[in-house]
T-cell receptor, first 115, second 109 residues
Framework: DGGITQSPKYLFRKEGQNVTLSCEQN?????MYWYRQDPGQGLRLIYY???????QKGDIAEGYSVSREKKESFPLTVTSAQKNPTAFYLC??????????????FGPGTRLTVT | GQNIDQPTEMTATEGAIVQINCTYQ??????LFWYQQHAGEAPTFLSY??LDGLEEKGRFSSFLSRSKGYSYLLLKELQMKDSASYLC??????????WGAGTKLIIKP
């Protein structure tokens, strides 16, 4: 079955530590995205990538970093520079715009708590 | 700026019909999506409209008016499992999704 996996589902870290959230897809999608969702708010785009070895900042990229070394994988690192990292993080993928505006498919999410 | 507006919360009765409205302002427009999100879970795709009119898919229908910057999601024969948040998202000229904050739908027996 094709889909997107994120691990772990729940993650706890101490303030000042970097943490990496994984995202893997086997849908053969070129585009991948990272969103953050806070209670009562919509999805906010952190980073996105349309092809391997290329990615762009979204609306709230400060304090985050990503890599796209493989088509299937788009890990997100939450650095100690992110001032309010506790949130629900969602990874998504889609076909690229030149193939039509397809819907985004989401992973199950990782709930990160930093204390 | 780009903006999506939808009501924060709505309540409806099991078996009834509910309409969730969404207005959008974006730089260019390449279509509008509706997603369903149950608490603590990922959003799942419901519908996509790019042309004016109504798209029906089972108990769910979605409407778009490009000239008014307006869409609605219509849910018929409501079931308890329809209790969720419904997210409206517009695709701008750069094919980036602009998300609304979501409408929390509460279904009462």
């Amino acid at each position: 079955d094709g889909g997107i996996t994120q691990s772990p589902k729940y993650l706890f870290r101490k303030e000042g530590q970097n943490v990496t959230l994984s995202c893997e897809q086997n849908l053969n999608h070129d585009a991948m995205y990272w969103y953050r969702q806070d209670p009562g708010q919509g999805l906010r785009l952190i980073y996105y990538s349309q092809i391997v070895n290329d990615f762009q900042k979204g609306d709230i990229a400060e304090g985050y970093s990503v890599s796209r070394e493989k088509k299937e994988s788009f890990p997100l690192t939450v650095t100690s520079a992110q001032k309010n990292p506790t949130a629900f993080y969602l990874c998504a993928s889609s076909k690229t715009p030149d193939r039509g505006p397809g819907e985004q498919y989401f992973g199950p999410g990782t709930r990160l708590t930093v204390t | 700026g780009q903006n999506i507006d939808q009501p924060t919360e709505m309540t409806a009765t099991e078996g009834a019909i509910v309409q969730i409205n969404c207005t959008y302002q974006t730089s260019g427009f390449n279509g509008l999506f509706w997603y369903q999100q149950h608490a603590g879970e990922a959003p799942t795709f419901l519908s996509y409209n790019v042309l004016d009119g109504l798209e029906e898919k089972g108990r769910f229908s979605s409407f778009l008016s490009r000239s008014k910057g307006y869409s609605y999601l219509l849910l018929k024969e409501l079931q308890m499992k329809d209790s969720a948040s419904y997210l409206c998202a517009a695709l701008d000229s750069n094919y980036q999704l602009i998300w609304g904050a979501g409408t929390k739908l509460i279904i009462k027996p």
